[in-house]
Structures are given as structure tokens and as C-alpha cells.
């Protein structure tokens, strides 16, 4: 992926984390009686972003293609599950704390 690719695909990603951040506490609101703040929701898709864009920068693309190789997996494909995987983490974190 080149540079240009990247950065777009990096905005791309905001709308996805917001969205995957505030879908698992919505869906934990709903099972538990959690209060939902601004910040805390902010802190939770930052963290959850910064991930994902580290993960995004650091990895090259031939060498994804290689790992997904047989799985049918493409990888943006892959970088959408991971991230609801990110959020979900986060998310779980920050309601343990």
C-alpha cells in the first residue's frame, strides 16, 4: 500500500471506530447499568484508533496478503474485524476499571 492509500483508508477507519466503540456500549448498557460519558467514550475510540493506525502503518502489504493467503480474507477485510475486535477489547477494559 502506498502512502496516499493509507491516509485514506486511515479516514476511512474513524467513522468504523466510532461506530464499533459505540455499538459494544450500547449492547453492555443494555446488559449492565453502566453511564456512558463523552470522554470516555472519546478516550475508548482514540485508544481503540491508535491501534489499528499503528497496526495500519507498520504492516506492509504483501506480507498481509501472505499471512491471509487461503483464508479468503482481503485486508481490509481484516482490518474491519480487527478493529471491532479493538473495540471490544477496549471497551471490556474500560467497563473493568
Known amino acids: 500500500m502506498n502512502t496516499k492509500f493509507k491516509l ?5 477507519l474513524i467513522p468504523q ?7 459494544f456500549y450500547f449492547i453492555s448498557s443494555s446488559l449492565f447499568s ?8 472519546l ?3 482514540l ?3 491508535g491501534v489499528q493506525l499503528i497496526t495500519l502503518f507498520a504492516t506492509k502489504t504483501e506480507k498481509m496478503q501472505e499471512i491471509l493467503k487461503g483464508t479468503d480474507v ?3 477485510v481484516w482490518f474491519i474485524l480487527s478493529g471491532f475486535f479493538a473495540d471490544l477489547l477496549f471497551v471490556t477494559i474500560d467497563l473493568l476499571i
Open 34 to 41: 453502566t453511564e456512558l460519558s463523552a470522554k470516555t467514550v
Open 17 to 23: 471506530r466510532i461506530f464499533g466503540v459505540w455499538l
Open 43 to 45: 478516550f475508548v475510540v
Open 74 to 76: 482481503s485486508v481490509p
Open 47 to 49: 485508544q481503540s484508533l
Open 8 to 12: 485514506f483508508f486511515s479516514l476511512i
